[in-house]
């Protein structure tokens, strides 16, 4: 179990000595059968799995050893046929490898090397019954290697389930963001988010610029919008298909798109070189995501700057993100833009405003007006005298007598 800060390089710290491990086994033959899959490397997303697999074929691209990526979205055909060549390393998405597994397009019985990138990710509540099926599927007599900046407890604990006298090696602190990195968040309404990150955008002039928001629908909404502000944006989401996803981000990477709004399907492993901001829209629920969001920035020795747009409702989300990194985010207000009066105060001190409310129901209630409940009890001084019989009413001394129903004899004649 290997931890390190987001853009330290985690993909070359299991990529390089997978190569070398392998070199014994590199062939040039051209027969599959001298090119079984030897190590195998699973990741959360599709953009990190190509990543991933740019990295093996850039450092071994002097190695007879075969590599490929296998996942969703795409046509299965071209995947069957590089698998068919025979790979030594494949890099996958859980899904897709498991359609392979049932197309029997791919064996597991040479691995010898199983990694799991963004670990905490993959562990979770999503993947794990595909990560256990995979497992099940490989020899038992392997090396398993997990690489994430976070690992939340829970997921430790899971982890060390699956693995046997894991070595732990963590590099800073644990859940610790890049030291480049500044961080400052902007209180604002809700209803001016939008307004607030047109008006950063335009009068900073930011040139590239990365967006996360809380869903997809969220995402293409406010990249229509920053459109229509007359900023070039575009979004990028699981709804979308493979390719459109890969134009975004190339468009991205090359300048020609300033701002690309994102959900967290870009908040792992993806590195855009030289990537100056990360902006939270929508201020993520998990802490451990806002790592990895604004782990996009500040990579490989260089600054960032990470900005965040809290509204009054994120507030509970914003104290769980500054105990997770240790530290209180600087608050900025942009004069026109600041939420009401009464929770600017809130906001500024970084308190839930649910502290709040919880004061104030803890404050003990005035006492109620009416003396009748503050007046101590008086015994008067004489009994009260006894209360008159109160005389019966005619009518309720001599009760009518009630008709008997014809069906038992009819009515009495006068």
Same mark, same amino acid.
């Given at each position: 179990?290997?931890?390190?800060?987001? +853009?330290?390089?985690?993909?070359?710290?299991?990529?390089?000595?997978?190569?070398?491990?392998?070199?014994?086994?590199?062939?040039?033959? @051209?027969?599959?059968?001298?090119?079984?899959?030897?190590?195998?490397?699973?990741?959360?997303?599709?953009?990190?799995?190509?990543?991933?697999?740019?990295?093996?074929?850039?450092?071994?691209?002097?190695?007879?050893?075969?590599?490929?990526?296998?996942?969703?979205?795409?046509?299965?055909?071209?995947?069957?046929?590089?698998?068919?060549?025979?790979?030594?390393?494949?890099?996958?998405?859980?899904?897709?490898?498991?359609?392979?597994?049932?197309?029997?397009?791919?064996?597991?019985?040479?691995?010898?090397?199983?990694?799991?990138?963004?670990?905490?990710?993959?562990?979770?509540?999503?993947?794990?019954?595909?990560?256990?099926?995979?497992?099940?599927?490989?020899?038992?007599?392997?090396?398993?290697?997990?690489?994430?900046?976070?690992?939340?407890?829970?997921?430790?604990?899971?982890?060390?389930?699956?693995?046997?006298?894991?070595?732990?090696?963590?590099?800073?602190?644990?859940?610790?963001?890049?030291? =480049?990195?500044?961080?400052?968040?902007?209180?604002?309404?809700?209803?001016?988010?939008?307004?607030?990150?047109?008006?950063?955008?335009?009068?900073?002039?930011? #040139?590239?610029?990365?967006?996360?928001?809380?869903?997809?629908?969220?995402?293409?909404?406010?990249?229509?919008?920053?459109?229509?502000?007359?900023?070039?944006?575009? @979004?990028?989401? *699981?709804?979308?298909?493979?390719?459109?996803? =890969?134009?975004?981000?190339?468009?991205?990477?090359? +300048?020609?798109?300033?701002?690309?709004?994102?959900?967290?399907? %870009?908040?792992?492993?993806?590195?855009?070189? *030289?990537?100056?901001?990360?902006?939270?829209?929508?201020?993520?629920?998990?802490?451990?995501?806002?790592?990895?969001?604004?782990?996009?920035? +500040?990579?490989?020795?260089?600054?960032?700057? %990470?900005?965040?747009?809290?509204?009054?409702?994120?507030?509970?989300?914003?104290?769980?993100?500054?105990?997770?990194?240790?530290?209180?985010?600087?608050?900025?207000?942009?004069?026109?833009?600041?939420?009401?009066?009464?929770?600017?105060?809130?906001?500024?001190?970084?308190?839930?405003?649910?502290?709040?409310?919880?004061?104030?129901?803890?404050?003990? #209630?005035?006492?109620?007006?009416? /003396?009748?409940?503050?007046?101590?009890?008086? /015994?008067?001084?004489?009994?009260?005298?006894?209360?008159?019989?109160? @005389?019966?009413?005619?009518?309720?001394? #001599?009760?009518?007598?009630?008709?008997?129903?014809?069906?038992?004899?009819?009515?009495?004649?006068?």
């Amino acid at each position: 179990m290997a931890g390190a800060q987001t +853009g330290t390089g985690k993909t070359a710290a299991f990529a390089l000595p997978i190569l070398q491990r392998l070199s014994v086994h590199a062939s040039s033959s @051209a027969s599959p059968a001298r090119h079984p899959v030897r190590a195998l490397v699973l990741t959360p997303t599709r953009e990190l799995a190509i990543q991933v697999a740019e990295s093996f074929r850039d450092y071994g691209r002097r190695m007879p050893l075969r590599s490929t990526v296998v996942y969703g979205g795409v046509d299965m055909n071209a995947q069957i046929q590089e698998l068919r060549r025979g790979v030594e390393i494949l890099v996958a998405t859980p899904g897709r490898l498991l359609d392979h597994v049932q197309q029997k397009t791919v064996m597991f019985n040479q691995v010898s090397m199983l990694v799991l990138d963004e670990a905490d990710r993959m562990l979770d509540m999503g993947f794990l019954p595909d990560i256990k099926r995979i497992i099940a599927l490989l020899p038992a007599q392997r090396q398993n290697l997990l690489f994430s900046a976070t690992f939340p407890d829970e997921i430790r604990t899971l982890a060390k389930t699956l693995l046997t006298n894991p070595a732990e090696i963590q590099i800073a602190a644990r859940n610790a963001v890049a030291d =480049l990195v500044s961080h400052v968040l902007h209180p604002v309404a809700r209803e001016k988010k939008r307004e607030l990150l047109a008006y950063l955008i335009q009068t900073r002039g930011l #040139k590239q610029v990365l967006v996360f928001t809380g869903t997809r629908i969220g995402a293409n909404r406010l990249a229509h919008q920053l459109r229509r502000d007359h900023i070039h944006a575009d @979004a990028i989401h *699981g709804d979308k298909s493979q390719a459109e996803r =890969l134009v975004a981000l190339e468009d991205f990477k090359a +300048g020609k798109t300033a701002v690309l709004v994102a959900t967290d399907v %870009a908040s792992r492993g993806l590195d855009i070189e *030289g990537l100056p901001q990360v902006i939270n829209f929508d201020v993520p629920h998990s802490p451990e995501d806002y790592v990895h969001r604004i782990g996009r920035t +500040g990579r490989a020795g260089m600054t960032g700057e %990470a900005i965040s747009l809290v509204a009054p409702e994120d507030m509970e989300s914003l104290a769980a993100i500054e105990k997770l990194i240790k530290r209180k985010i600087e608050r900025v207000l942009v004069p026109g833009f600041e939420p009401n009066a009464g929770t600017v105060a809130t906001l500024m001190g970084g308190e839930p405003s649910r502290r709040g409310h919880a004061a104030r129901r803890d404050q003990k #209630k005035p006492p109620p007006s009416d /003396p009748i409940f503050s007046k101590p009890y008086e /015994p008067s001084s004489a009994p009260p005298p006894p209360a008159e019989p109160k @005389a019966e009413a005619p009518e309720t001394r #001599k009760r009518k007598q009630p008709q008997v129903a014809a069906l038992l004899g009819g009515l009495k004649r006068a």
